[in-house]
């Protein structure tokens, strides 16, 4: 049975996780011409590959083109979701340090696991959809036949094969803190290793021993193996050599295992922030209490980032910080209480 209070505690963490799923749909659709831009390109390059093995044919080579066209379009399509698993996850605070609010979220009421599964669960959605419209276009452009491809069976693949990319892209996910520069690119290092060792193009078995260990590591390995099988041979989910590997690569993979990460570390403030959002239309005319605060609370202002004079007020679905905000601080709970409603009373801005 839930006590209350621990009901309490999953609502609470419930709405924060669909409020990460729902601030990174607003993102998508902010950039919706961009990622369309960056969708046909996904699509000219999967084409790219995939023409490879009619090239082969025509240059005299001697192969099933079908076959061999759905394994490239496969691996194609496959390397395209784990690319987009790994630029949402490994670019979670690379994302929050370009919109300027890594702060904000860092203090948010959630916990970071309920920050961090709403940024796989995201990922995992928008990657999904996103996929499957690129098989699908693909495929209609070429001239292939998939017989009696199970489809339902390769798409539980995926998913299930998606908890070890998501686990993946977390661990790479804190490389921006240690390294803001170069720890995103790092990021990206790890994914061509996978390109590497995964037999995304090509069996595993042509790779050097060495490679073929490493290869026995990595999900995407399992995840092309389990997918193939389904859409090549039409492999259902009853029958386990389609996705067994898959489920144990998932269940024992190091990558998502739980793992601890100490240090010495003392709290020593108390901090709240408080967002502003100007009354009327048009630019900022004036802050009403602004000088009064500071005057009287000043020595507690970490930050004052409310937009200046003369600033055009922000569309309020476009922004994630309003008009600005105050972020304070004081070493007692009830005070550092106090200041932020104080500073959310009496500070009014104005626009005309």
Known sequence: MIRPEQGGALRRELIGFAGIVERNMYLIRRFAW?????????????????????????????????????????????WSYLGLIFEIVTETVAWERWEGTIEYTFMAPISRASHLLGMGAFA??????????????????????????????????????SVSFIGIGMMTAVLPLISPEKGTQLGFIAQGLLLVVSGVYYPVTVLPDWMQWLSVISPAT??????????????????????????????????????????????KYNAAIIFKRAKGHGRITRIDGLREFL?????????????????????????????????????????????????????TMWAE
């Open 124 to 161: 995992v959605i928008y990657g999904v959809l996103r996929t499957a419209l690129l098989f699908a276009v693909v495929a209609a452009s070429l001239s292939v036949s998939f017989g009696n491809a199970d489809f339902a069976a390769a798409g539980v693949v995926l998913l299930i094969s």
């Open 34 to 78: 961009w990622e369309l831009a960056w969708f046909l390109y996904t699509v000219a390059n999967t084409l790219t590959i995939v023409f490879i093995a009619k090239g082969v044919e025509a240059a005299g080579g001697q192969l099933d083109v079908n076959r061999t066209t759905i394994v490239l379009l496969i691996g194609a399509v496959i």
């Open 295 to 347: 005057a009287r609370h000043g020595e507690h202002v970490v930050e004052q980032r409310l937009l200046p004079f003369g600033s055009q007020r922000r569309d309020w679905k476009k922004t994630l910080v309003s008009d600005g905000y105050i972020l304070l601080r004081h070493p007692d709970w009830d005070r550092t209480y106090e200041l932020a409603m104080a500073a959310a009373t009496e500070i």
């Open 222 to 267: 399992y995840a092309l193996r389990g997918i193939r099988s389904a859409i090549l041979d039409g492999f259902t989910l009853r029958n386990t050599n389609a996705v067994n590997p898959v489920i144990y690569n998932v269940s024992v993979n190091p990558s998502i295992q739980n793992c601890t990460f100490e240090a010495p570390v003392a709290r």
